[in-house]
């Protein structure tokens, strides 16, 4: 059985470390400062960078967590907290719905409610749809870890005068606050390699763009723009593109286990 268990994690990692040598191969030697800090040339022309997409990215993905974050946290609170309520239970369902809904059927949505309505494609659109793709992952993880916080906690809180909202504040969610840092930082790696919702919101610029009320680019939408380009410049970018985006999920994906990891250190 180990053997067995031994070769099926060689079988799980394999593909990762082949998608992660290719990038690396293809990817590396377009990397220089001129790519973090340059705008992209004229089709056909060689050089440019993605300085735009980068700062697109940025944006977009943090105007996404200013309302998911805390939204998401919490209704997972108060789903901790009163958990035999309707709203709860009802709250709990969507989130669960909402978690296996494919990231294009949120980039549809986003686009009929809001594109659709300005007339305009936007960053601000963008950071909607990946905003509701966040909310019920934050939420159902800030739900989990609270509940797995001692009640003696609580009674010890409440017995010393705090109110219940105080105890949930101050006590119960500072004890669980390693475990909701670890999944929100999994939620940001997610959504910064989301696609489908840019696609139908944010639509992607070739130019610099700091306002969420304008087309913006971002790197998933460059790397799905150069690499279905017909020059080969385009093509290399997309590889040094598609290597900075796996870069910044593997960091957050460590970031998360460090979280993780001092957490435990802590209990123990």
Request: proline fraction near 5%.
């Amino acid at each position: 059985m180990v053997v067995i268990m031994g070769f099926s994690v060689l079988v799980a990692v394999l593909p990762l470390l082949f998608i992660l040598g290719t990038l690396i191969i293809r990817g590396a030697g377009s990397l220089n400062l001129a790519f973090f800090t340059a705008l992209p040339v004229p089709a056909g022309e060689t050089g440019g960078g993605g300085a735009h997409a980068i700062v697109g990215t940025l944006m977009i993905v943090g105007a996404a967590c200013l309302f998911g974050l805390p939204v998401g946290i919490s209704a997972g609170i108060y789903c901790a907290e009163y958990p035999g309520t309707r709203l709860a239970r009802g709250t709990r369902f969507l989130a669960d719905v909402m978690n296996g809904t494919p990231s294009i059927v949120v980039g549809v949505f986003a686009w009929t409610w809001i594109v659709a309505t300005q007339k305009n494609f936007s960053g601000f659109a963008g950071s909607a749809a990946l905003a509701m793709l966040m909310v019920p992952m934050v939420m159902r993880t800030t739900e989990e870890l609270i509940t797995l916080v001692p009640h003696s906690l609580r009674e010890a809180a409440l017995a010393l005068g705090y109110s219940r909202w105080r105890t949930s504040l101050s006590v119960v969610l500072r004890t669980a606050l390693p475990g909701i840092v670890t999944g929100v930082l999994l939620a940001v790696a997610r959504i910064a390699g989301e696609t489908a919702p840019l696609l139908l919101t944010a639509l992607g610029s070739q130019f610099m763009s700091t306002r969420l009320g304008e087309p913006m680019a971002a790197l998933p939408l460059v790397v799905f723009t150069y690499a279905t380009g017909p020059y080969e410049e385009w093509h290399r970018l997309a590889w040094a593109t598609a290597l900075v985006l796996i870069v910044v999920v593997f960091l957050l994906s460590v970031a998360a286990r460090l979280a993780t990891r001092q957490r435990f250190d802590r209990q123990g």
